[in-house]
């Protein structure tokens, strides 16, 4: 069983900057690759960035591409999303996931395996 922790949300302005943190148990983390996903009211959870195992390869959505950066450190068995130049529209719970099986990052919601519970993130203008 593997349980994910998010942390690191809060309250900020228009064009500041947060840093999440997701911990995870278990001895086999490097094996998973990680996605950050957000959901905000009414709308549908989406896809916000994405790790595999060595780091090596991440993809983002178009939305936040430029401005949030996702990064690993395995032997802290954690993964981050440094987020720059919030909008008030980047506001939401954000929720990472890990995907045992995937070769690629994946964008489906489906492929992933564990999620944590989310921190919310709220952005004022």
């Known amino acids: 069983q593997v349980q994910l922790v998010e942390s690191g949300g809060g309250s900020v302005q228009a064009g500041g900057s947060l840093r999440l943190s997701c911990a995870a148990s278990g001895r086999t983390f490097t094996r998973y690759a990680v996605g950050w996903f957000r959901q905000a009211p009414g709308k549908e959870r989406e896809f916000v960035a994405g790790?595999?195992?060595?780091?090596?390869?991440?993809d983002y959505a178009d939305s936040v591409k430029g401005r949030f950066t996702i990064s690993r450190d395995n032997a802290k068995n954690t993964v981050y999303l440094q987020m720059n130049s919030l909008k008030p529209e980047d506001t939401a719970v954000y929720y990472c996931?890990?995907?045992?099986?995937?070769?690629?990052?994946?964008?489906?919601?489906?492929?992933?395996?564990?999620w944590g519970q989310g921190t919310q993130v709220t952005v004022s203008s």
């Open positions: 790790i595999m195992r060595s780091g090596g390869s991440t």
């Open positions: 996931a890990a995907d045992v099986l995937t070769s690629t990052v994946e964008r489906r919601r489906a492929a992933y395996d564990y």
